[in-house]
């Protein structure tokens, strides 16, 4: 994967995916078992605790994962099945759509509320 485009998809936290799924008014179930318990998988995982100490931005970011198939190479954030197994993977190209859209409404909503602030004093 290129590394840039890692970079992208890599700001995707544990609580945009909680948000995606509320906005939607879906609960995430496994295909098998029906359970909505999931383990994700996030980069503070992969790394060292003297890595982690020194860049806390790292914590509940989701690994990202691609598989490749003959005409497609597919982005996606697996999910792992707490009681089963099973994996669920979410198309990371979507999330993270929906995470920039979100970030980039909640910035200008701040500036916004920044700009009334600042005008009122």
């Known amino acids: 994967m290129d590394p840039e485009m890692r970079k992208r998809y890599e700001v995707v936290r544990v609580q945009d995916l ?15 078992c029906e359970s909505t318990f999931f383990n994700i998988e996030t980069i503070d995982s992969t790394k060292g605790s003297t890595e982690l100490s020194v860049d806390s931005d790292f914590r509940n970011q989701m690994a990202v994962c691609e598989m490749h198939g ?52």
């Open 18 to 32: 909680v948000d995606f799924y509320a906005e939607k008014d879906v609960t995430p179930r496994c295909s098998l």
């Open 70 to 121: 003959p005409y497609k190479t597919w982005t996606f954030y697996p999910l792992s099945c707490d009681t089963c197994g099973t994996f669920l993977n979410v198309d990371a190209e979507k999330l993270l759509k929906w995470t920039e859209e979100k970030r980039l409404k909640n910035a200008g909503e701040k500036a916004s509320v920044g700009n009334a602030s600042e005008s009122e004093a």
